[in-house]
T-cell receptor, first 114, second 114 residues
Framework: DGGITQSPKYLFRKEGQNVTLSCEQN?????MYWYRQDPGQGLRLIYY???????QKGDIAEGYSVSREKKESFPLTVTSAQKNPTAFYLC?????????????FGPGTRLTVL | AQSVAQPEDQVNVAEGNPLTVKCTYS??????LFWYVQYPNRGLQFLLK??????LVKGSYGFEAEFNKSQTSFHLKKPSALVSDSALYFC????????????FGSGTKLNVKP
């Protein structure tokens, strides 16, 4: 899983709660990403950030929020507005050196709504 | 729009036999294509990529992929499958217009039976 850590590994949320998923990288990468993975649907992009203090919505940003105050960190908050948050969440990062660079993924956080 | 498709949800092969996991793409211009593998409850691991040059790309763990421009395909192959190759495989394409975005296929579950 390279130099990307995600915590916690498992997270349980009650209805109406906001929860924050942590993502940290020590790869000195500029770009960071959050994906949601559901069975049979592959990965869907929630948010991405190219640089500190800047981020862009992905394909399914509703009900989620992010911040990028440090290069190494890109936390994701799942708000109560997200109606179906149970999923596996993956954080990734990539270098901005060139389009040929791959993404590196963290080990993931499994979120379950009780 | 950039996209990839993985037409098979699941592929079953016997150990020692060759394996192929299919991927087709739809992009404007030359594609930047990637293969990743995911083991249960883990993040994605990079296997190989095609950027330009030789149509046969070699990657990690004995995997290779063949780029075919006329058929817009990028199939993952291995001459002799191992039980430990059993995992979920994702094909991805990097957006040439916004290279911070990657588009993933829905994934193919590979089952290698002893």
């Amino acid at each position: 899983d390279g130099g990307i850590t995600q915590s916690p590994k498992y997270l349980f949320r009650k209805e109406g709660q906001n929860v924050t998923l942590s993502c940290e990288q020590n790869l000195n990468h500029d770009a960071m990403y959050w994906y949601r993975q559901d069975p049979g649907q592959g990965l869907r992009l929630i948010y991405y950030s190219q640089i500190v203090n800047d981020f862009q919505k992905g394909d399914i940003a509703e009900g989620y929020s992010v911040s990028r105050e440090k290069k190494e960190s890109f936390p994701l908050t799942v708000t109560s507005a997200q109606k179906n948050p149970t999923a596996f969440y993956l954080c990734a990062s990539s270098s901005q050196q060139g389009i040929t660079d791959t993404q590196y993924f963290g080990p993931g956080t499994r979120l379950t709504v009780l | 729009a950039q996209s990839v498709a993985q037409p098979e949800d699941q592929v079953n092969v016997a150990e020692g036999n060759p394996l192929t996991v299919k991927c087709t793409y739809s992009v404007s211009g030359n594609p930047y294509l990637f293969w990743y593998v995911q083991y249960p409850n883990r993040g994605l691991q990079f296997l190989l990529k095609y950027i330009t040059g030789d149509n046969l790309v070699k990657g990690s763990y004995g995997f290779e992929a063949e780029f075919n421009k006329s058929q817009t395909s990028f199939h993952l192959k291995k001459p002799s499958a191992l039980v430990s190759d059993s995992a979920l495989y994702f094909c991805a394409v990097r957006d040439r217009n916004n290279f911070n975005k990657f588009y993933f296929g829905s994934g193919t579950k590979l089952n290698v039976k002893p």
